[in-house]
């Protein structure tokens, strides 16, 4: 993917974590925490899509919010592709899901 594909698909996970607590939780301390402290927001790398859905896994068996994005296929990417992985919550909990991964 070009550099505006990937800033693009990782907004798409932006909003689309957002989205799942506005709808859920609207009162969470998580996600006030988070309007507040500046949405923050880490972009790393994976080796691929089934890397992308274990962490994805990980995620969700610890409780967090993860949202995984699938291209429209209408320009770089094949339809359905799964190019990128949200994840919103606490920051400890978090980085034990997204540790070992590489800054993008």
Not at 12 to 40: F, M, N, V
Not at 44 to 67: P, T
Request: aromatic share 2%; hydrophobic share 40%.
């Amino acid at each position: 993917m070009g550099k505006g594909k990937i800033a693009a698909q990782c907004s798409h996970a932006t909003l689309a974590c957002y989205k799942h607590y506005l709808t859920r939780a609207p009162d969470s301390p998580i996600l006030k925490r988070w309007e507040r402290g500046g949405q923050a927001k880490v972009a790393l790398q994976v080796k691929g899509e089934e890397e992308l859905l274990v962490l994805q896994a990980q995620a969700v068996s610890l409780g967090l919010c993860a949202q995984v994005i699938q291209d429209a296929g209408r320009t770089q990417i094949a339809s359905g592709s799964r190019t990128v992985l949200g994840i919103l919550g606490p920051r400890g909990v978090v980085d034990g899901v997204t540790g070992g991964l590489k800054l993008l």
